[in-house]
């Protein structure tokens, strides 16, 4: 059986139990808390050397990190990974955006505000420059979303579940999603796809 290494609040972890869920794949949940440093133990990381979740051991044993190279190694040959090349290739332009361009901001402020109790005087001093480049991402996401239902193409699939998992929480990190209708719409479809789940579902 597959064991997931994982954070409950974290939205990479999120992506993969996500993904997990509406794979109907059956999997162990292993939680570690990044706030007590548990994925820095010489235990852990002997598991990832990165310290960091979600970490996947797959049935061999082996370990697999990085929530992106999860999210492919659990879809490759379903609907959810595209066949067509161009399509596969435009999931991966999202899912770099969301690594590069809206984590780094979104997730980050998140974190910050909803699990620290304060912020440093860096952070403060960081704090109105990721404010802006989340919006700007956000503003991407809400032009792009403006003629399609879903990010590549008209189906639901792992461009959707990377860009979901930070966004559908970026009010925790105060965001103002009420300005974005088509991000709105487009959220609200993503909670009624089959075998959804939400960021703090365990497996039974």
């Not at 974290?10 to 706030?35: F, H, T």
């Not at 067509?84 to 402020?109: C, G, K, N």
């Not at 461009?159 to 103002?176: K, P, Q, R, S």
Request: net charge neutral; with cysteine; aromatic share 14%.
């Amino acid at each position: 059986m597959l064991t997931l290494y994982d954070f409950m609040g974290s939205g990479n972890g999120y992506k993969v139990r996500l993904l997990l869920a509406q794979l109907c794949l059956p999997y162990r949940l292993i939680e570690r808390d990044i706030l007590k440093g548990e994925t820095r133990t010489p235990e852990f990381l002997q598991k990832n050397p990165n310290g960091r979740i979600p970490t996947l051991q797959l049935e061999d044993g082996t370990y697999l990190a990085e929530s992106g190279a999860i999210l492919w190694y659990l879809a490759e040959g379903t609907a959810f990974a595209p066949a067509d090349r161009r399509a596969r290739a435009e999931t991966l332009q999202w899912m770099f955006f969301e690594q590069y361009s809206h984590e780094p901001y979104i997730a980050v402020v998140r974190y910050w505000r909803h699990f620290l109790t304060k912020l440093s005087p860096l952070q403060e001093l960081d704090l109105p420059e990721r404010l802006k480049k989340g919006y700007d991402a956000l503003e991407v996401m809400e032009r792009h979303l403006e003629t399609r239902p879903f990010f590549v193409g008209k189906r639901y699939g792992l461009a959707d579940i990377a860009l979901y998992a930070y966004t559908h929480v970026a009010h925790e990190g105060e965001f103002d999603l009420a300005r974005y209708p088509h991000i709105n719409a487009w959220l609200a479809r993503v909670a009624e796809q089959p075998g959804y789940v939400t960021i703090d579902h365990k497996p039974t």
